[in-house]
């Protein structure tokens, strides 16, 4: 089945520094690609989208690139503040069949001032 | 605004118990989900419904069952609790970039 495989954290940088969560995807077809963040006490929110490949999602300095060739979706941003502290899940949904999101494990983000 | 609201923040409940979560969206939206977060895991679809009266199994059904009987209400139902079910449950609503979530429930079985 589909799946969506990130990369381990928690991520600690420090303010300003740049930014990469790694994520692959397994999926057949042409899956619709998600980074949804969940800050502290909060629930989830679409950080920003993608729906075919060589599409950039971007929202908040936030930027994500759809690579059919490599299934990968990463997240980055070129320079990161305290408030970026948060999880990151990377998610998809079908192209066919079942309409409902697969999420990735989520990557914890500390940024430190 | 769009609301998905649960009705729990926190709950405790006795092994063996049967536990109703209950999630109420204000959009009229047709599709809602239940997921549970767990450390290392990320979210797991329990179970959906794309209507009223309707729903479907995800990844990992056993255990829960749900309800739909109004369009607004999607409830979650552990028929009888364990303690591999203490875990944070998230309620969604709607679709694509139109896709909410709760703020969770966070469930503790002992």
Known sequence: GDSVTQMEGPVTLSEEAFLTINCTYTATGYPSLFWYVQYPGEGLQLLLKATKADDKGSNKGFEATYRKETTSFHLEKGSVQVSDSAVYFCALTPFTGRRALTFGSGTRLQVQP | ?110
């Not at chain 2, 709950?11 to 290392?40: A, I, S």
């Not at chain 2, 797991?44 to 729903?55: C, E, G, H, N, Q």
């Open chain 2, 1 to 110: 605004d769009v609301k998905v609201t649960q009705s729990s923040r926190y709950l405790v409940k006795r092994t063996g118990e049967k536990v109703f979560l209950e999630c109420v969206q204000d959009m009229d939206h047709e599709n809602m989900f239940w997921y549970r977060q767990d450390p290392g895991l990320g979210l797991r679809l329990i179970y959906f419904s794309y209507d009223v009266k309707m729903k479907e199994k995800g990844d990992i059904p056993e255990g829960y069952s749900v309800s739909r009987e109004k369009k607004e209400r999607f409830s979650l139902i552990l028929e009888s609790a364990s303690t591999n079910q203490t875990s944070m449950y998230l309620c969604a609503s709607g679709w694509d970039e139109k896709l909410f979530f709760g703020s969770g429930t966070q469930l503790s079985v002992l």
